[in-house]
């Protein structure tokens, strides 16, 4: 397995600590949408239907975020132990360029298309992009390219 530099832990570690702090925010300001929602309830009934799904749209996005922030601190603790650049399929490198692109990914390119022809085959229905949420949000949208 090849280790990573000094400079390119210190550059993951720099990225995954930008993406939990955005999370943090994010996550905070879930929480003042609820505690606002808490204060207008009873004041007007009609609205109820709509009220509730607005809030199981935004409870959904925390869970979501919930599950990338779990997988960040996976990534960092596994940057630590020095070993985030280890495929968990064939412990092959992964390859730094898409490390920083995506860098909760635990599995190298070929693997991770591996995995993506099955999960398309097995749910091609359900619209999920295996497990590199990061790169979906427009925000942390990479300029790199897409290997
Ligand atoms: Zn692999």
Not at 16 to 43: F, H, P, T, W
């Amino acid at each position: 397995m090849s280790v990573l530099t000094n400079q390119e832990s210190g550059q993951l570690r720099e990225v995954l600590r930008i993406e939990q702090l955005r999370l943090v925010q994010s996550a905070k300001d879930g929480l003042a949408y609820s505690m606002n929602r808490d204060r207008n309830i009873g004041r007007d009934s009609g609205d109820e239907a709509m009220e509730e799904e607005l809030f199981s749209t935004e409870l959904r996005l925390r869970d979501r975020e919930k599950g990338l922030l779990y997988k960040i601190n996976c990534a960092i603790d596994r940057l630590t132990a020095g070993t985030i650049n280890a495929c968990e399929d064939c412990s092959e490198p992964i390859g730094f360029r898409r490390l920083v692109a995506r860098p909760v990914t635990t599995l190298c390119i070929s693997c991770k298309e591996d995995r993506e022809r099955e999960e398309a085959a097995s749910a091609s229905a359900s619209g999920l992009r295996g497990d590199d949420a990061i790169g979906s949000s427009s925000e942390s949208q990479s300029s790199l390219p897409d290997e």
